[in-house]
């Protein structure tokens, strides 16, 4: 079963840094490009940041740009998101997702993992 | 305020048909890039419905079709069932901040 789990989200006070982490399992992770998505109730989805399948094309979304890396590791499988300089309005769910082969779409989806960014 | 505009919500009558409509602009969907659906259903991850304008992933229903004109995409659901009921998006690509979305619709089912 094609599955991504996101962990690291917890609660954190402005200006402090968290990493999230997502594990995928059951296809092959080298060769799939990955993203970041966030949720919150008031602006709904916002793509954060892709990197390509071998590292070598890495984007971020204007907001986060500066303050956010994604990484990889193919080898086991996982994609990272170091975020720093956290702000509030930098609270959502975090979504990690495979892209949809040569396309921008993403066609997998894991369950989100919850940052606050609170005092 | 999202880039594309979705209708907050929508309903409809069990066994009728809706559509949802996302309006972007000439450096997104007028632009030429295509567009995609997803549905997220209560408490859940959300779901790649349609892509590429018009395609279904396998397993979606036919009941969801999709399509595209101009500065607009519309996602059309017929047959509504109890189980339709959710947050729908849309997304594409834009040249300024590349991967967008809507702001989503709710779908109630009467």
């Known amino acids: 079963e094609v599955q991504l789990v996101e962990s690291g989200g917890d609660l954190v006070k402005p200006g402090g840094s968290l990493r999230l982490s997502c594990a995928a399992s059951?296809?092959?992770?080298?060769?799939?490009?990955m993203s970041w998505v966030r949720q919150t109730p008031g602006k709904g989805q916002e793509w954060i940041s892709s990197?390509?399948?071998?590292?070598?094309?890495?984007d971020y979304a204007d907001p986060v740009k500066g303050r956010f890396s994604t990484s990889r590791d193919n080898d086991k499988n996982s994609l990272y998101l170091q975020m720093d300089s956290l702000r509030a309005e930098d609270t959502a769910v975090y979504y990690c997702?495979?892209?949809?082969?040569?396309?921008?779409?993403?066609?997998?989806w894991g369950q989100g993992t919850m940052v606050t960014v609170s005092s | 305020q999202s880039v594309l505009t979705q209708p907050p919500s929508v309903s409809g009558a069990p066994g009728l048909r809706v559509i949802i409509s996302c309006t972007g602009s000439?450096?997104?969907?007028?632009?030429?890039?295509?567009v995609h659906w997803y549905q997220q259903l209560p408490g859940t991850t959300p779901k790649l419905l349609i892509y590429?304008?018009?395609y279904r992933p396998s397993g979606v229903p036919d009941r969801f079709s999709g399509s595209k004109s101009g500065t607009s995409a519309s996602l059309a659901i017929t047959g509504l069932q109890a189980e339709d009921e959710a947050d729908y998006y849309c997304?594409?690509?834009?040249?300024?901040?590349?991967?967008?979305f809507g702001g989503g619709t709710k779908l109630t089912v009467l």
């Open positions: 997702a495979r892209d949809l082969p040569e396309n921008d779409a993403f066609d997998v």
């Open positions: 990197i390509s399948s071998d590292r070598t094309y890495i």
């Open positions: 590429d304008n018009t």
């Open positions: 000439s450096s997104n969907i007028g632009a030429g890039f295509d």
């Open positions: 997304q594409s690509y834009d040249t300024t901040l590349r991967r967008v």
């Open positions: 059951g296809f092959n992770f080298n060769t799939y490009n």
